[in-house]
C-alpha cells in the first residue's frame, strides 16, 4: 500500500467518493483531502518549516484538473517552484472530467504528471495504476 495519498478537489461529494475506493482498493494507508489547491500548497509551507525527519509528505497526489481560484495546472507549477525538495518523491495523477484531447498531450508531455486518469472511472483505474512502474513497487 501506499503510505499516503493527497486528494485535491473542489468537489466535496468526488472527495468522498475518492476515499471510499482508495479504500476499498487497499490502495494507500492514510489519505489527506484538500477541497482547493491552496490548502494543499498551504500544507507543504508547514512541512518545509518542519525538520526532514518530522515531515509528512504524500507519495501521490490525485488532482483535480478543473477548480476555481487554481486549476491543477497552475498547482503543479506552484509546487515545482517553492518546493522541488518535494517533487522528486511526489507523482501527480490528474483528475478530468473532459476527455479533451489538449489535455492529455499536455499531460504526456508535463515532467510532473505521472497520469491523466478520467474522474468518473478512477475506481477501475486504481488497480491498473497498481501495475504501473512507479507505484508497484507499493503493492
Known amino acids: 500500500m501506499i503510505p499516503l495519498v493527497f486528494c485535491v478537489d473542489d468537489d466535496s461529494i468526488a472527495l468522498f467518493i475518492s476515499k471510499i475506493n482508495l479504500k476499498k482498493s487497499n490502495f494507500c ?5 484538500f477541497e ?3 490548502d494543499a500548497l498551504n500544507y507543504f509551507e508547514n512541512q518545509i518549516q518542519l525538520p526532514a525527519d518530522l515531515q509528512k ?6 488532482l ?9 495546472w497552475e498547482f503543479i507549477d506552484v509546487f515545482a517552484e517553492k518546493y522541488p525538495i518535494f517533487k522528486e518523491n511526489v507523482l501527480i495523477i490528474l483528475l478530468s472530467s473532459t476527455s479533451n484531447p489538449a489535455h492529455k498531450i499536455k499531460a504526456n508531455d508535463h515532467q510532473m504528471v505521472y497520469a491523466l486518469l478520467d474522474k468518473a472511472n478512477v475506481e477501475n483505474n486504481l488497480n491498473l495504476l497498481k501495475t504501473l ?3 508497484s513497487a507499493y503493492f
Open 133 to 135: 512502474p512507479k507505484i
Open 64 to 72: 483535480d484538473l478543473h477548480m476555481p481560484g487554481m486549476d491543477g
Open 29 to 33: 494507508q492514510e489519505i489527506i483531502s
Open 57 to 62: 509528505i504524500p507519495n501521490l497526489i490525485f
Open 36 to 38: 482547493n489547491s491552496f
